[in-house]
């Protein structure tokens, strides 16, 4: 691919302003006029191509093409970008055929500048997490001038090109926001005590009881009440099972404005109670204030699963209900799989961790799959690795989303290789990667190319033991 502003020589257009417009297109005379551009550069210029530089990708419908203009002008360059593989996504995202109109002289650089910038801001909404690019090497100055980084030499059309890439950071924005001021916060108490840091749940000496504790966001309280209630047995429900734990109640905190807004709350928690087999031992009421919930779970495990029990070489597995939908007003960000499930169906899910007693277990949490498996890892006392392609998930979500979501039942195990699937009922189970030497946490793609998404310690409150 020739990826790089070109200029073809020929008289400059006039500019009546200095403002850019970069917008998608779909067909029509900006398709053509794009075509055009694209030939006069890679064709009749520089050779890259004989005859037409249309491939395969002009026909996928996949396809994105953005064009540069002024506000109702010509237009004056234009790029294309596309997921990489066929088949399911894989957040991994392409750009070509980056060209300006061969009259723009030294404004071909602003224009070239916004469409890759564009072109940067539509493949992260498309749900990009590795955004490549194939640059002839008298422009990867350019690119790197946009912040894109050097991975390595490569050929295009029997030219050297260098194998640029955007650097995508929603993994490592998550895990900053939600779990890296843990430590910072809390590492001082200790929590857990030698040999439990990093739990979902918390062993009480001397006792075979775990005890786990959830808040709910107050904005999705106050927003959704009844789910919001929901939720909140469902997050204790899900800590005691990563813990091994079978269930035997739950305590909770409530806080309304008024008793209308409390008893919606308590009605999802009544109904997460029956369903999750939790039920209310008692808690505390209160009102006039704002929305808030807090549930803590009891459950008793004599030998419970740690979340730190992984070790380099083991199996990282995937397990988790892929049935269900987007919660109506949180797609991507919440995939409710249980509401809809039988109690039984849901008791074997919460089950399984109990009967199949990995080495090490975590509930999937607000940090989503990888932010999670960054927690495991760092209470192992080592790094991660997640196989993009073998990650299971629901037709209905994209892998970016399926990655930091909240799941409604998954949790992420590490076992010695060969080790059965858990018993889980209607949830899949596969394995989706490894824990290796490091710290960490680094996605591999079916080419092999590896990019961390998680640098260090998702929380820095260390290893387990």
């Known amino acids: 691919m020739a990826d790089l502003v070109t200029a073809l020589g020929g008289p400059p257009p006039r500019l009546a302003t200095d403002s850019l417009l970069v917008e998608r297109i779909d067909g029509g005379a900006s398709l053509q006029r794009f075509h055009e551009l694209r030939r006069a550069a890679f064709v009749d210029q520089q050779g890259l191509f004989t005859h037409h530089d249309t491939d395969d990708r002009d026909g996928d419908p996949r396809t994105i093409v953005l064009v540069a203009r002024e506000p109702g002008g010509p237009v004056l360059g234009g790029v294309r970008l596309f ?105 001082e108490l200790r929590p857990g ?8 749940g918390a062993p009480l000496p001397g006792t075979d009881l775990v005890a786990a504790t959830d808040a709910i966001v107050p904005a999705m309280v106050e927003r959704d009440p009844e789910w919001a209630g929901w939720c909140g047995m469902l997050v204790c429900a899900n800590d005691l099972a990563a813990m091994g734990a079978t269930r035997l109640g739950a305590m ?6 008024d008793g209308s807004r409390a008893a919606r709350i308590i009605a999802g928690v009544r109904r997460g109670s029956e369903s999750f087999g939790l039920p209310v031992l008692g808690g505390h009421t209160q009102l006039g204030a704002p929305a808030a919930l807090s549930v803590t779970g009891i459950g008793r495990a004599a030998d419970p699963v740690p979340g730190g029990g992984g070790r380099p070489g083991h ?16 797609r991507g960000t919440q995939w409710d799989s249980t509401s809809g499930r039988r109690t039984e169906e849901i008791g074997a899910m919460l089950d399984a ?20 498996l960054g927690m495991l890892a760092e209470a192992s006392g080592c790094a991660a690795e997640i196989d993009v392609a073998d990650v ?6 994209g892998l970016a989303d399926w990655l930091t979501c909240f799941p409604g039942y ?13 018993p889980a009922g209607p949830a899949a189970s596969e394995v989706c990667g490894r824990l290796v030497p490091g710290a960490g946490v680094t996605l591999v793609w079916p080419d092999g190319e590896r990019i961390p998404v998680i640098d260090g310690p998702a929380t820095g409150l260390g290893a387990a033991a």
């Open 252 to 257: 909770d905190s409530v806080a309304a404005p």
């Open 392 to 397: 299971v998930r629901p037709h209905a979500a």
């Open 410 to 422: 998954a949790m992420v195990t590490a076992d010695v290789m060969g080790t059965a699937p858990l």
């Open 353 to 372: 961790v109990r009967r199949g007693r990995p080495r090490a277990a975590k509930d999937v949490s607000m940090a989503g799959l990888a932010g999670t």
């Open 83 to 187: 997921p990489e593989r066929p088949g399911a996504d894989l957040a991994w995202w392409r750009g070509s055929r980056l060209v300006c109109d061969p009259g723009l002289g030294a404004r071909r650089g602003a224009v070239g500048r916004a469409l890759v910038r564009a072109a940067c801001a539509v493949a992260e909404g498309e749900g990009a997490l590795r955004f490549d690019a194939l640059v002839q090497p008298a422009r990867e100055r350019f690119f790197a001038g946009l912040g894109w980084r050097r991975v390595r030499e490569a050929f295009e059309a029997g030219r050297p090109h260098v194998l640029m890439r955007h650097p995508l950071d929603r993994i490592a924005d998550l895990v900053a926001s939600t779990k890296g001021p843990i430590d910072a916060l809390v590492g």
């Open 315 to 330: 199996a990282v597995r995937l397990t988790a209900d892929l049935e269900g939908r987007w919660r109506p007003g949180y």
């Open 193 to 200: 005590g030698r040999g439990w840091v990093g739990d979902d």
